[in-house]
Structure formats: C-alpha cells, structure tokens
C-alpha cells in the first residue's frame, strides 16, 4: 500500500473527528472540524495515509472575500510522526494548490501557548502579523476568536 496524500473527502469526517482529541492529549479540538470543512474545501485540504491509516491532515481553503488570499484552518500530525517532514510537506502541497487559484499568501492562527506550531509556522516561512499585546514574549491578539481566546496570527507570501 505504502503512503498516499489525497484531497479530503466528506467520508473522511468521522476518521479525523474520532483522533483528532487524542492527537491534542485529551484536548477538545474535535468540534473545531465541523463536516462542512470536509464536504466544502476537498480542493484544498488533505490527507496523508499509510497503509490506510491516516497519519496527517490538513483543513485549508481559499478565501471568498479577500482576493488573493488562502486560509489554513487545521493541521494535525500523528503525535508519533512528528518531525518526519509531514506537516511541510502537506503545507507545500496547500501552497501549490492555492496558488494555482491566484493566492498570494496565506494566513493561520496558533495559540500562543503552542510553542511548537509558532516554531513551526516560522520555519515555514510565516511572519507574525502585527498584534496588540504581548504575553511571554509572543505576540498575540486578544480576544481574537473570543473572550479569553488569544491568538498568534501569522501570514506567508507565496512566490511562484
């Protein structure tokens, strides 16, 4: 079988929900992957099998009000596949993908509690966009997607 990275298919909901929580250590995250995510945007998000087990994903579309622009909602990484290129390679397939529909750059959001996705979102070429505050040396923007919700907001110019 071997490995396979396809575009996301509706039927791929219930596979990605059921181990999405323990990929985030018992976090709730699941209910941030709402199946419209998989019916609406299979053009641009992706999975990654091996041997018909999923070992990534990636949730992204291409933004219906802001010309140009592409989105990428959710990544996730089977904790054991870590740092194997996994996480690069799915965002350089988005890139491509997007680009081919006139995308310049691309945003995305972390918590700034996750060290690892801003190391991450940095090697990969994302700068951090201005924000209005500051906490343990990150920049964030309060209350971005609610009360007590702050995010670090990123963005990365693609270059054809």
Same mark, same amino acid.
Request: include cysteine; proline fraction near 3%.
């Given at each position: 079988?071997? *490995?396979?990275?396809?575009?996301?298919?509706?039927?791929?909901?219930?596979?990605?929900?059921?181990? %999405?929580?323990?990929?985030?250590?018992?976090?709730?995250?699941?209910?941030?992957?709402?199946?419209?995510?998989?019916?609406?945007?299979?053009? *641009?998000?992706? %999975?990654?099998?091996?041997?018909? $087990?999923?070992?990534?994903?990636?949730?992204?579309f291409?933004?219906?009000?802001? $010309?140009?622009?592409?989105?990428?909602? !959710?990544?996730?990484?089977?904790p054991?596949?870590?740092?194997?290129?996994?996480?690069?390679r799915l965002?350089?397939?988005?890139?491509? $993908? &997007?680009?081919?529909?006139?995308?310049?750059?691309?945003?995305?959001i972390t918590?700034?509690?996750?060290?690892?996705?801003?190391? !991450?979102?940095?090697?990969?070429?994302?700068?951090?966009?201005e924000?209005?505050?500051?906490?343990?040396?990150?920049?964030?923007?309060r209350?971005?997607?609610?009360?007590d919700?702050?995010? &670090? %907001?990123?963005?990365?110019?693609?270059?054809?």
């Open positions: 079988m071997g *490995t396979t990275v396809r575009a996301i298919r509706e039927s791929d909901h219930e596979k990605v929900t059921s181990v %999405v929580n323990e990929w985030w250590e018992g976090r709730n995250m699941a209910w941030l992957l709402p199946r419209l995510f998989f019916r609406h945007f299979g053009d *641009t998000s992706f %999975v990654m099998e091996e041997d018909r $087990e999923l070992v990534a994903f990636l949730i992204g291409v933004s219906q009000s802001r $010309e140009g622009e592409a989105y990428i909602h !959710f990544v996730g990484v089977h054991g596949r870590r740092k194997e290129g996994i996480g690069r965002y350089e397939l988005f890139f491509e $993908e &997007v680009e081919k529909k006139g995308c310049t750059r691309v945003g995305c918590s700034p509690v996750n060290e690892g996705s801003i190391a !991450f979102h940095k090697a990969m070429g994302f700068s951090l966009k924000s209005d505050a500051d906490i343990d040396g990150v920049p964030v923007h209350n971005y997607d609610g009360p919700r702050d995010r &670090v %907001v990123f963005e990365r110019m693609l270059y054809s």
